[in-house]
């Protein structure tokens, strides 16, 4: 079995690859619809592989079918919970902005002012955005951290490195998610590589270390601890990635890379947790 150290520096590096993400907003901050949205459709595919084939698969074969099922549901109620605080912060960023809209008497007279308010406004609409974003990679990077740490927890380490490579892969369209509205919002560009790299590189390890301990310390735990980290990662493709990668017209190209990810876990997991 992996050490404490060993699963905390594995699950640090997936954590970290959404920094990898931000890498092209070195070069621009523009990106169309269709990139973003086979990214996001791609990592929505890696995260439901990875619950199936390395957590509940690996569930069932250590314990019974309602412990893994219990843990699902408890792993998707966890989720929700979390991110019903992100609806009120949209909200409340969302009335600060109608509160400060400026309408100008002769807009004709003052066009360089009335561009000067859109621009200002087309920031702020993005640094809403990569703050959403930011909060729900960082509350994402929880369970995924405790998927992490579970699977080294269960003494079968091929299996802890296929879902950290697994998350490492889908941390990087995550990480491009939060730093493309970043930078378009103004932040400087080491400041954006650095926050999203943070947003995964800090939660990670420290949820890991939480579910390898208590898969170690209390004996029988890992089916219920595995469907828990599964619940909550299929909960987190339905209730963020699938409609983000919905409705700018391109749900062809999405539904292609989430096949094409679901198909590489299956890989990695025959490759890697042998």
């Known amino acids: 079995m992996a050490s404490l150290g060993e699963v905390l520096l594995v699950a640090t590096l997936a954590g970290c ?75 409340r960023f969302r009335g600060e902005a109608a509160e400060g809209t400026i309408v100008l008497e002769d807009p004709a007279e003052n066009l360089p002012t009335l561009e000067a308010s859109r621009e200002d ?18 509350i994402h990077n929880v369970p995924e951290g405790l998927a992490v740490g579970i699977a080294f927890a269960s ?8 879902i950290a490579t697994a998350i490492a892969v889908q941390n990087v ?15 400087s ?15 990670e390890p420290v949820a890991a270390a939480v579910g390898f301990s208590l898969v170690v310390l209390v004996t029988g735990l890992f089916p219920l601890a595995a469907g828990f980290a599964a619940g909550a990662m299929i909960a987190v493709v339905f209730r963020e990635l699938v409609p983000s990668s919905h409705g700018h017209g391109y749900a062809d190209t999405a539904t292609a890379t989430f096949v094409l990810g679901f198909s590489l876990m299956l890989v990695v997991d025959t490759v890697l947790a042998v």
């Open 121 to 138: 406004a087309d920031r702020t609409d993005d640094l809403r955005r990569a703050v959403l974003v930011g909060s729900a990679v960082t």
């Open 17 to 91: 690859a959404t920094g990898l993400g931000a890498l092209p907003t070195l070069v621009t901050d523009r990106v169309s619809h269709r990139v973003y949205d086979g990214a996001i459709g791609f990592a929505g595919g890696v995260m439901v592989g990875a619950a199936v084939f390395a957590l509940v698969v690996p569930g069932l074969e250590f314990g019974s079918p309602w412990e893994v099922v219990a843990g699902v549901l408890a792993g998707g109620a966890f989720l929700l919970a979390a991110n019903a605080l992100l609806p009120h912060l949209h909200l």
């Open 189 to 203: 560009r080491s400041k954006v590589v650095l926050y999203t790299t943070l947003s995964g590189g800090v939660p």
């Open 155 to 162: 003494g079968e380490t091929g299996l802890g490195f296929a």
């Open 173 to 187: 369209p995550d990480g491009f998610a939060m730093a493309v509205p970043a930078a378009r919002a103004g932040v």
